[in-house]
């Protein structure tokens, strides 16, 4: 019994990410996952603190944190250290890369630039003035969770979901690299 218990607590983050494809909150989900993603050139670059640099035309995998203009872009910008902790997976993953793109509503706009580059992430931060990501993009699902996304070599997602919201969807994230690179 307790095996079983183990194995449905395994399952059940999976279960939640893809059994959910046709749920209100996970429509599109099966078109998102088989999108490519584009990094419009349009997009503004404020470099992080690492020596890496974020290249759009490399092929690597890559954790994409995206934040629209709906949401509070001051208070996602102050969320945003959460997520340095996967910058250090580039030392265990040598093609792998996180990068944050910021669409500002207009009221955080002006000072947006200057406050990520103040705060110096280990990752770049585009900014994304005039919305060209989403307009690139139109497969990224509306539900927030899933603006949270990992790309495969080629630009597919195969993860989707804020790791750092739960433990369940770091531990998706984790196996998910794992079956990328192999365990190392």
Known sequence: MRKAVLLLKALL?????????????????????????????????????????????????????????????SCHLNRMPKYSQYASFEELYPDFQVVAIMWPNAESAPTMAAEIAHRAFPFDVFLDKDGSFAAANPTIPSNRDHHCFLLDRDGHPVFSGDPASTSGKEMLLHNTLFSIYGQK
């Open 13 to 73: 983050p999976v279960l939640l990410v893809f059994g959910c494809s046709e749920s209100p909150g996970g429509k599109g989900l099966k078109q998102f996952y088989s999108s490519e993603i584009v990094f419009p050139s349009s997009l503004e670059r404020i470099e992080g603190s690492s020596g890496r640099h974020f290249d759009p035309n490399a092929s690597a995998i890559r954790f994409v944190v995206y934040v629209d203009s709906i949401q509070c872009s």
